[in-house]
């Protein structure tokens, strides 16, 4: 496992908005830089793995959303800030910043921010076309200007195509005025085909979506797929499938019968392997199951849920990546002292699955598990209160 703070590599740095990236000298870094300081900052992080295995961390301090890359995951060049005016950003939860790379290096950056009514956002973007050196001023992507909820923004990038999906309550505003019924929130996003020069109106893809739980975005043979918790007849908050670009053609993923008067803020998580097959992680409460749960798709049924995690332990927030064959899930626990991350792994696209095990602990405060593809090999990347940034292989 190799340890990295994020520390005084995310304090004073204001000056550096759209100048080069330094790398830190490595000796200082290990020596320096790592030293834990006691500032305030949002555990949460977003972080990705470009063509060449760098990864690529993103985190909000002051907001202001900061970028910073490393060559082996120890040390990291220094922060460049994306937003130069600071902004209410939100980077906590189900809702945080996302960072992506195209295939020419492009780096993408969204992230929602917080307007003066509770519940109420922005979704903004920006991207760096000089390997993370600058990035372009900030722009609003929703186009309905409301101070309504327009959050929890998600990040698909394939080469010059992107596309940026968020949770909308404009529907619900509609209703609302016009004094009808409306469960929930509704699916928009914003697609750019040049790389994020330019992007499209907004569209919307589902109305009726669960108002506070992230949803997730795979590419599944070249299309965009959307996996989100949807509520259902009788305020049912189970699982949904649908293509970003076929708004008709919503397909129930989970069958659950979860029952909430409220959004449980436990969003899912979605993988496509090179062969089609999807798959997919969730929580749920429902008459049906309770706990985490895992299923496959291969674009004609839907294998058996299979139940994972302790739920004495408070077994949630579950995260999978497909990387050729094998499959990887990774979840967040808590046994009254310790955050620990568990993971298993099947070797033959989810038909069989190893033994869970525990591959990291924490006995301060932590942000959710992240998994990522690193050449093909799955990554664990988590940040926690008192071991800072940790990168693990996990392709054992």
Known sequence: MVRVWLSLLLLGLAGLAGAQA??????????KWLTRQAVARPLAVAASFDAKGRLWAAWVESGQLRVAQSDDGRHFTWPVLVNPVPETIAAE??????????????????????????YTGHIRYSRSTDGGRSFSPPITLNDDQAEISHRFPALL??????????????????????????????????????????FGANRRFAQHSCECCRLALAWHQARPLAFWRHV??????????????????????????????????????????KWGGLHMVWFTQGQTRQGLFYRAYDGKRFSAPIKFGNDAA??????????????????????????RVWLMQSKDRGRRWSKPRMVASSEGAADYPILLDRKGKPRLVWHTEHEGLTVQDLAK
Not at 93 to 118: C, F, M, N, Y
Not at 235 to 248: G, I, M, W, Y
Not at 250 to 260: E, G, K, N, V
């Open 22 to 31: 330094e790398p830190v000298p490595k000796h200082d870094m290990a020596a």
């Open 93 to 118: 939860g189900e809702s945080r910043p996302q960072i992506a790379l195209g295939d020419d290096g492009t780096l993408h950056v969204v992230w929602s921010i917080a307007l003066a009514k509770p």
């Open 157 to 198: 990038v394939d080469g010059k195509h992107v596309f940026i999906a968020w949770l909308d309550a404009r529907d619900r505003q509609a209703a609302q005025v016009a004094g009808e019924k409306f469960a929930g929130a509704s699916l928009y996003f914003a697609e750019s085909k040049d790389g994020g020069a330019s």
């Open 232 to 273: 259902f007849d009788g305020n049912v908050r189970d699982f949904a499938l649908a293509q970003l670009t076929e708004p008709t053609a919503i397909q129930r993923a989970s069958d659950d019968a979860w029952r909430i008067e409220g959004c449980p803020h436990h969003g899912g998580s979605l993988a496509a392997d």
């Open 314 to 339: 408070q077994a949630g927030h579950p995260v999978v990546l497909a990387t050729g064959d094998r499959i990887t899930v990774a979840w967040l626990e808590f046994d009254g002292k310790a955050n």
